[in-house]
Structure formats: structure tokens, C-alpha cells
Nanobody, 115 residues
């Protein structure tokens, strides 16, 4: 059974930082592409970042230079380091992976950027 559990969200002031974590189980983590998405009420889920098993990574233009995705295969965990946070980064953040034709999502973690 695939399980993804996000943590690390919270309330932060503009310009601040947070690090999100996503612990995975039920998969051969080191072989999986991992993603971060985010969603705000009334909007579609938005892709934020991707990291390949090799460690090659990419981020959306809206967060490029501010967010960094990384992974620790020994801990079956993917991270999202978020710096220089803005109010528009406020969202529920989800991690995601795929196996065969199935999409797997965590429960999400709320990030609120506000003074």
C-alpha cells in the first residue's frame, strides 16, 4: 500500500522560509519520480517541482530561484525548501508519485504566508 505523508507546513511571514517533507512507504522510493504540487481554494492543483531518481530536478517558473526540491533515498523522503516566501505561495502543498497508471497523493500540508 502506497502512503505519502507530508509535514512541515505552517504560518510564516513574507520573506520567511519553510521546509516541507514527504515520507513515502509502499514503493521502491529510489526508483520513483517525485513531485510537489499546491492548491488554493477554487483553483486546480498546480505543479511546483519534480525530482528524478537521479536527483535531476526542476521547479515551476513561479517558484524558480526560491524553492528547491531534494530527496533522501535512505530516508524515503522528498523535501521542498521554500525561501523568500510570498503571500501568493499560500496553499495546501501535496507530494505525488505515480506507479503504472495510478497517481498517489498525500493528505497535504497547509502553508500560509501572512504578516
Amino acid at each position: 500500500q502506497v502512503q505519502l505523508v507530508e509535514s512541515g507546513g505552517g504560518l510564516v511571514q513574507p520573506g520567511g522560509s519553510l521546509r516541507l517533507s514527504c515520507a513515502a512507504s509502499g514503493i521502491i522510493f529510489s526508483s520513483h519520480v517525485m513531485y510537489w504540487y499546491r492548491q488554493t481554494p477554487g483553483h486546480q492543483r498546480e505543479w511546483v517541482a519534480i525530482i528524478l531518481p537521479s536527483g535531476i530536478a526542476n521547479t515551476a517558473n513561479s517558484v524558480k530561484g526560491r524553492f528547491t526540491i531534494s530527496r533522501d533515498n535512505a530516508k524515503n523522503t522528498v523535501y521542498l525548501q521554500m525561501d523568500s516566501l510570498k503571500a501568493e505561495d499560500t496553499a495546501v502543498y501535496f507530494c505525488n508519485t505515480r506507479r503504472s497508471s495510478n497517481d498517489y497523493w498525500g493528505q497535504g500540508t497547509q502553508v500560509t504566508v501572512s504578516s
